[in-house]
């Protein structure tokens, strides 16, 4: 069975650095592409972060170009989103997701509010 489950959220102050986990059961991060999703309050999910599985290809929305890393621990099986310059925009809950087969997984999200 697929399983998601994204972990690392809190609330930081603007300017801040939170590090988000993914730990994936059921399949091999190391084996399929790996997206962050996000959803703020009352807004459609964004797309945020992309991994190829070959873990070569890293692609960011532009409005966290520069700011956020993704990256994958095989070892683990977990992917990572590094959140540097935090701004209360990135404000949101957070969602790891794999597409397997045609079909889109996503596991429960984690929450993160920038605020002062």
């Known amino acids: 069975e697929v399983q998601l489950q994204a972990s690392g959220g809190g609330l930081v102050q603007p300017g801040g650095s939170l590090r988000l986990s993914c730990a994936a059961s059921?399949?091999?991060?190391?084996?399929?592409?790996m997206l962050w999703v996000r959803q703020a309050p009352g807004k459609e999910p964004e797309w945020v972060s992309f991994?190829?599985?070959?873990?070569?290809?890293?692609t960011y929305t532009d409005s966290v170009k520069g700011r956020f890393t993704i990256s994958r621990d095989n070892a683990k099986n977990t992917v990572y989103l590094q959140m540097n310059s935090l701004n209360p925009e990135d404000t949101a809950v957070y969602y790891c997701?794999?597409?397997?087969?045609?079909?889109?997984?996503r596991g429960q999200g984690t929450l993160v509010t920038v605020s002062s």
């Open positions: 059921g399949f091999l991060v190391s084996s399929y592409d």
């Open positions: 997701n794999v597409p397997i087969s045609g079909k889109g997984y």
């Open positions: 991994i190829n599985s070959g873990g070569v290809r890293t």
